[in-house]
């Protein structure tokens, strides 16, 4: 009983100070969080812990990257912050600036050592988040720095697909000059310029093109990137890719050409550039379905009379 009864008095006598050191180490994150240079150097010198983390895993030096103060993750890292240290989704000080677009944050870290090819359990890298939010300056700072252009995530979206997605031309342009795979394939067969085709951004599809990008890869449904700019209607985009060779009779699996999506759609102006391109009005799908079917059935009038115009038959 002696026994239990000094354990139970050594818990009463530290638990204060263990309280106030999870005190203070909180305190130290939300300082970080909001860029307070002075609270974070003070409590530092009070001695709490420059890596403790939350309940998510975060450290103070991932608050402050994430948020870009400058001045705050130099004090961090001046008091011993571990600069490649990850949350529970694997996330570090790194990814979190590169995401922000945070450059001069990003240059800091990758001068303390930090990892550019570290991953997520997803298997996204900094260049990755970089790309996504379309910061052109700190994916430069990462490739200047080695990281690997031609990573993959667990989709197989690599940060030029990923870029192409969201429309972000610079940082397009800067991942071709590093080196980016313009060709590679993501777990869906879908290439970047797949991904520019269904945004239907012109610059950009032109851009990969001239990159080197295959005008006619198809993806696992069979599908091309003229048929994606087709089916959504970016006629810039669909004569682009006929100028550069795209292939007007290509058939997804189910035999559905680019006419027909874009008739079926109801894209007029597409259809017309199609019709122009030399498009055969009269192809069948897998299901007999044409192009004017295909508009008649979902009630595209104008589609309809162009494509009898140009000598479909009914």
Do not use: C
């Amino acid at each position: 009983m002696q026994v239990a009864h000094k354990a139970i008095l050594l818990v009463l006598l530290f638990s204060p100070l263990l309280a106030n050191a999870a005190d203070i180490n909180q305190d130290l994150i939300e300082a970080a969080k909001q860029g307070d240079v002075a609270t974070i150097k003070a409590l530092l010198a009070r001695g709490a812990d420059v890596n403790a983390k939350d309940e998510e895993g975060r450290r103070a030096l991932m608050w402050a990257a994430n948020y870009g103060h400058t001045a705050a993750v130099q004090a961090l890292l001046k008091g011993g912050a571990k600069v490649n240290t990850k949350d529970k989704q694997g996330y570090t000080s790194l990814m979190r600036a590169a995401g922000s677009g945070h450059t001069r944050i990003v240059r800091a870290l990758l001068e303390e050592g930090a990892d550019v090819k570290a991953k997520t359990g997803y298997d996204e890298t900094a260049l990755m988040w970089a790309a996504v939010g379309g910061h052109a300056s700190a994916v430069q700072a990462l490739l200047d720095a080695g990281t690997d252009v031609k990573a993959k995530n667990k989709n197989g979206r690599t940060a030029l697909s990923l870029a192409a997605s969201r429309g972000h031309t610079a940082v397009v342009s800067a991942l071709l000059e590093g080196g980016a795979d313009v060709k590679a394939k993501d777990k869906f067969g879908e290439t970047a310029l797949m991904h520019a085709a269904i945004q239907g951004d012109r610059a950009i599809v032109q851009a990969l093109l001239s990159g080197g990008a295959d005008v006619k890869a198809k993806d696992q449904e069979g599908e091309t990137a003229l048929l994606f700019a087709a089916f959504n209607g970016h006629t810039a985009a669909v004569q682009t890719l006929l100028t550069a060779g795209a292939n007007g009779s290509a058939r997804n699996k189910s035999g559905i050409t680019a006419l027909m999506g874009a008739s079926a759609k109801g894209h007029t102006a597409t259809v017309q550039a199609l019709l122009d391109a030399g498009a055969d009005v009269n192809t069948k799908s897998k299901f007999g379905w044409t192009a004017l079917g295909l508009a008649a059935k979902e009630g595209h009038t104008a589609v309809v009379q162009l494509l009898k115009k140009a000598g479909a038959k009914e």
